[in-house]
């Protein structure tokens, strides 16, 4: 093992947790291995244990309960805290995570993501931080960092290789080990190195036929063996499949409960012989370590004594959110706007903002500001003006606010045994968490009940979403009394699934009408969890998609300035399943294009978590790239937009059309994916093709501009000064690319070595110091099975974007 050497506190703590240890049988060690519902392990008063808590990560923390009535802060997505390119600002972001998780009596968030890139298609992408390994290293290592400041637990994930959603649960990727070693591993081991996780989670996947929850070789002999990984390893949710072959392969916990592979499964197996109880031992002290950090051990000192200094979410928000936005382009100058110009605001999603992307990465914040609230507050009176345009959304959204509905249980006499609020017209209850006074034996019938107050009158649809049978009466009329099937071979699919329209009726604007959806609650006993999951969703009469973009036109041809936001839906981006393509959806590329006939200082706002094609871009005056923007998204924009603060971003991964990706194959094949591209994914693959992607890894404008003066290298440190030669103080992110000067076919042309930031004001010049990891210069040699430091000469050359070449140096080593 090649961990660090304990210190005096955790040789202490370690103590604890052995005597601990030794106080329990093996029953009851097996029992700790297993949840003992959704989010939490049992609690052993004999040792002083309390129930240990985990949740979701990573834009805030859920809690354990699936609810808006349960709000947590909602920061930027993980692709644009990477954008940031700023391991403190992500530090900072997880301080305030861990103020979250102590809030919600949370000691695990199950974050970070740090699975790459590999294909935009991958469902998950807004979830991940980049296509280069490097930067999610460093970037996941600062959110670790900070979030275990704060005395709380991360679980890095998943590891390893789901890099893609489609048949996550079952697809064997085939990884060659050098890809593994210097592309997936990569971001893993940078932070086991250097921010030591208290917990890594594996992944559903296989990885060269062994899946992740069993694979001895890359948790026992790499992730502990090699790196000194002294944490705990938990299962992704119901990936543990075979209670010998992951406690074998080195899966401490088995989430969630209380039905696992584990638990009394364990003990069977020990008994047997299939299973060391020395194994189980190492597995209960892991887990009895994680508690003793978190400070859920009696008598062992938690890892942080005292929290750190409160912190403001809201502003952090906003901060990680300006710093985030991509200015990928600004012809004339169209922005900042200028003072007092008009605005027209277009675009759905300016008014109904979508802050985060879908899955398991939700959490529900207490407001959002949308694009709409945040200019309408920055811009002076009578200057803004707003029109839809085009909505993204295609189909019944959930969460609709007409909905004013809430939940009743009933047993099987149809006796009222509990009710509960019912935000945004959705159930979720997972394990034990029900109504006061309902319990899963007696639970025979939920029902939604309440009214809709439509915003406008016309023909409106509900929809059902869930699995299972459901009744739906709206004013009085029963439209639906039938049952609903999974739509995906998923162990998640009935979260992801789309809601399935049922009744279609006549409205008039401002008139209540009563609905009611009643699901009968059948869950099968044989369920690794119990949850009831069921929701009603709606949309309005459809609106004449040729008309609302006339209007948007006319708005914007009175406009100084016209602001297009665009957007993905939670259908396109989210868990559960990949993209198909990468175009907006709806008619928002026929909006674009028809905005910027009408008005040349078009600026347009790209609200989605991963790249979309930008078909238009060179018909308008500006972009501004958002990513799902988080809670503040719309007064950060206000405040980009205005000038009061430059966008800070650089692209965290290329941006490309999907005919031109290199890499888009995410559907397995006989249940295999190969990963043939082997090394070149993100740029690498985008350089090896020879092909100019629409904005490249590392590429983003702010509002002031930079001459690089020089950069000096002795070959491992690195000085590079620049000069900030605009009008503006501003923030500029040095990037360092390292290229071996002989091309080898098997080696990228150059990759990012190092980055730093820098802040000047006008005139003003800086410098930033840099060292050079050794590991920009090492290969993995599949041969001797180690890292080879691959000497000779190199180039080493600053840039603004990997293709945006400034100065560059020689180095020999
Ligand atoms: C996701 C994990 C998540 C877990 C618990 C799984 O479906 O893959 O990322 O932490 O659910 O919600």
């Not at 000069?723 to 923030?731: F, L, M, Q, V, Y």
């Not at 080696?747 to 190092?754: E, I, S, T, V």
Request: net charge negative; charged share 20%.
């Amino acid at each position: 093992m090649t961990g660090p050497e304990p210190t005096s506190a955790e040789e202490a703590r370690e103590a604890v947790v052995v005597a601990a240890l030794r106080a329990l049988d093996l029953d009851t060690k097996t029992r700790l291995l297993a949840g003992q519902d959704m989010w939490s392990l049992p609690a052993l008063p004999v040792i002083g244990l309390s129930s240990l808590v985990m949740s979701d990560g990573p834009v805030g923390v859920r809690g354990v309960r699936w609810s808006a009535d349960a709000p947590s802060v909602a920061l930027p997505s993980p692709t644009a805290l990477a954008a940031a390119w700023d391991p403190e600002l992500a530090r900072r972001a997880g301080v305030l995570l861990a103020q979250e998780a102590r809030r919600k009596g949370v000691h695990v968030l199950l974050a970070p993501t740090v699975n790459l890139h590999r294909s935009p298609l991958g469902g998950r992408h807004f979830e991940c931080y980049s296509e280069d390994p490097y930067l999610t290293g460093v970037i996941g290592g600062g959110y670790v960092s900070g979030v275990q400041s704060g005395g709380v637990g991360t679980t890095v994930k998943h590891f390893v290789a789901n890099d893609a959603e489609t048949d996550r649960f079952t697809v064997d990727n085939r990884v060659s080990e050098r890809a593994l070693r210097e592309l997936y591993l990569a971001p893993f081991e940078a932070i086991v190195r250097n921010a030591r996780p208290w917990g890594v989670m594996t992944a559903y996947n296989s990885v060269n036929g062994t899946t992740m929850t069993e694979h001895h070789h890359l948790v026992e002999e790499v992730l502990r063996g090699e790196w000194g990984f002294d944490g705990v390893n938990v299962s992704d949710w119901t990936a543990a499949r075979d209670t010998a072959g992951a406690a074998n392969g080195g899966l401490d916990l088995a989430m969630p409960g209380p039905r696992t592979v584990y638990g009394p499964a364990l003990a069977r197996a020990v008994r047997d012989g299939r299973v060391a109880e020395a194994t189980v031992d190492a597995a209960v002290r892991r887990v009895l370590r994680l508690a003793a950090r978190a400070g859920a051990l009696a008598g062992a000192e938690p890892a942080v004594t005292e929290p750190p200094a409160p912190v403001d979410g809201a502003a952090l928000a906003r901060e990680i959110a300006r710093r985030s936005f991509v200015l990928v382009r600004n012809e004339r100058r169209v922005l900042p706007l200028r003072p007092r110009g008009t605005v027209a605001l277009i675009g759905a999603a300016a008014r109904d903002a979508r802050v985060l992307g879908g899955g398991s990465a939700t959490v529900f914040p207490a407001r959002t500001v949308s694009p709409l609230d945040g200019l309408t507050a920055a811009l002076p009176d009578g200057t803004l003006t707003y029109a839809v345009g085009a909505d993204p959304v295609t189909g019944p959204a959930l969460d609709d606010p007409g909905f004013t509905v809430r939940a009743v249980c009933r047993n099987a006499a149809g006796e009222i045994t509990g009710t509960r609020s019912a935000p945004g017209a959705a159930v979720q209850w997972m394990g034990t968490d029900l109504p006061e006074g309902v319990t899963h034996d007696t639970l025979d019938t939920v029902e939604l009940t309440g009214t809709y107050t439509p915003r406008e009158s016309g023909r409106h649809t509900f929809a059902v979403k869930g699995t299972g049978a459901f009744t739906l009466t709206v004013g009085g009329t029963t439209y639906y009394d039938g049952a609903q099937r999974p739509s995906q071979d998923d162990p998640s699919g009935t979260f992801f699934a789309a809601p399935v329209p049922r009744a279609e009726v006549e409205l008039t604007a401002g008139e209540p009408v009563e609905v009611s959806l009643t699901h009968a609650v059948r869950l099968p006993e044989d369920l690794p969890m119990k949850v009831v999951t069921f929701a009603l969703a709606h949309s309005g009469p459809p609106r004449d998609a040729d008309e609302l973009i006339a209007e948007a036109v006319e708005a914007a041809r009175n406009a100084d300035t016209a602001v297009v936001v665009v957007a993905t839906t939670e259908r396109v981006e989210s868990e559960g399943f990949d993209r198909r393509d990468l175009r907006l959806p709806g008619r928002q590329d026929d909006l674009v294009h028809a905005v910027a006939a009408a008005n040349p200082d078009t600026v347009v706002v790209v609200n989605s978590g991963s790249p979309v094609e930008l078909p238009w871009r060179d018909e308008v005056a500006a972009i501004l790239l958002t990513w799902f923007p988080g809670q503040e998204g719309g007064a950060a924009l206000a405040d980009v937009l205005t000038g009061v603060h430059e966008p800070g971003g650089r692209l965290p991964t290329t941006w490309g059309t999907l005919a031109d990706a290199p890499v888009t194959q995410v559907v397995p094949v006989n249940g295999e994916l190969p990963y043939s591209e082997d090394l070149f994914i993100g740029y690498r693959a985008w350089d090896r093709a020879g092909r100019t992607p629409t904005y490249p890894f590392g590429h983003g404008l702010g509002y002031t501009d930079w001459a690089y003066e020089s950069l000096e290298t002795d070959g491992t440190t690195v000085r590079v000064r620049v000069r900030n030669t605009g009008e503006r103080p501003g923030r500029e992110v040095i990037q360092l690319y390292l290229s071996p000067a002989e091309p080898a076919p098997d080696r990228p042309a150059r990759g990012l070595a190092a980055f730093a930031s820098v802040e000047a004001g006008p005139g003003e010049s800086a410098e930033a110091t840099v060292e050079l990891p050794r590991r920009a210069f090492e290969v993995w040699d599949d041969t001797t099975k180690a890292w080879a430091f691959v000497k000779g000469s190199y180039e080493i050359f600053a840039g603004r974007s990997i293709t945006d070449r400034r100065l560059t140096a020689p180095i020999n080593v």
